[in-house]
């Protein structure tokens, strides 16, 4: 048996551009931290050696990887040549279409069991690249790089997207005391809504290729995530604060469905009670409202939000990892 774990994601600043739409033609950059929620994959040998099974949100019982419905386990098993006699199950501390990038640390778990499974060991690169093959280029999913990457690496990480495909992940190092301070003042709300990530994401990209100005804000936020690595790194987080509400206010401009009045006001009343900034995670359009807080302001945010349901986390070092192998 076979237990792996990938960590979800929050994303700060520069997302849009890790979509082969923008970095073909510029290259993209992101700034995102993995934290300590998971997708969990369970592999393990089926006792009935005819019979693939899947156990997710419904339960799979298929002769041929063709009469698999769920497209990412279909064609995973399909990359690494699984025959029938194997049952795989996944769960996961946090739902789907909240914008933690769950879909791909779904993905980069269950690549890294069925490499554990077969006795074969996979590097975190290989695990984000194989990753995004299945989701983006056998799947055509309307996705970008970013999610799997930090999935598969975890930690606090600066991403850059070449105009050649190829990526680099750099850690983003702060003191220990400043890593702390930063760990502690970001404060994950739930607005309610789960979202169409494709839908979203497909509107951003139509916009970033038929409309020069969408195309350079995008320029904009990526230039913008240099500075928050910079900020960072020299130590400021009240001014990471500041430049991810600057940031969230160039996103939302993007197109009308990453946001709503109901999340603005949410948003607002955050700010109105102490939060220097922040956005909505992913890819907008609902999910996870991700805020920057001093921490003597966490009282009164928590009180304008009541009606939200909170999330809290720490920062995952770790990335996939195989978590039991017997």
């Known amino acids: 048996m076979i237990v792996s774990s990938a960590p979800f994601r929050v994303s ?63 064609e995973a098993l399909r990359m690494h040549r699984v025959e029938p006699g ?42 984000a690249d194989e990753a995004c093959k299945l989701e983006i280029d056998i799947l055509k999913e309307p996705i970008g790089k970013q999610d799997q990457y930090a999935a598969a690496h975890g930690g606090l990480n600066f991403i850059e997207f070449n105009s050649n495909g190829s990526v680099n992940v750099q850690p983003v190092v702060l003191s220990s005391e400043k890593m702390a301070e930063l760990e502690s003042n970001i404060l994950l709300f739930f607005t309610g809504n789960q979202r169409d990530t494709r ?8 916009a970033m290729e038929t409309d020069e100005e969408k195309f350079r804000t995008v320029e904009r936020m990526v230039q913008l995530s240099y500075e928050m690595r910079d900020i960072l790194m020299a130590g400021d987080l009240s001014a990471f604060g500041e430049a991810l509400h600057r940031g969230w206010m160039m996103k939302r401009s993007l197109t009308s469905k990453i946001t709503n009045s109901a999340i603005d006001e949410f948003y607002e009343a955050a700010r109105a009670a102490g939060a220097i900034g922040g956005k909505l995670a992913g890819a907008g359009g609902g999910g996870f409202l991700v805020l920057y807080c001093p921490k003597d302001r966490h009282a009164k945010v928590r009180q ?23």
């Not at 929620?37 to 050696?49: A, D, G, L, M, T």
């Not at 304008?304 to 017997?326: N, P, V």
């Open 199 to 206: 839908s979203v994401l497909s509107t951003q990209v139509q």
């Open 12 to 74: 700060f600043a520069g997302g849009g551009s890790d979509i082969a739409s923008y970095y073909r033609r510029q290259a993209g950059a992101v700034l995102s931290c993995a934290i300590a929620k998971y997708s969990f994959v369970i592999v393990h040998n089926y006792f009935n050696e005819n019979k693939y099974h899947l156990k997710y949100t419904r339960t799979e019982l298929a002769d041929t990887l063709e009469e698999i419905a769920h497209p990412l386990l279909r």
């Open 86 to 127: 194997i049952e795989v199950a996944s769960v996961a501390d946090i739902p789907s279409g909240t914008g933690l990038g769950s879909s791909s640390s779904f993905s980069v778990a269950l690549i890294n069991a069925l490499y554990a499974h077969s006795s074969r060991f996979a590097s975190k690169d290989q695990l």
């Open 304 to 326: 304008a939000l009541s009606q939200l349901k909170e999330i809290e986390f720490r920062f995952d070092w770790s990335g996939a990892r195989i978590a039991f192998a017997q």
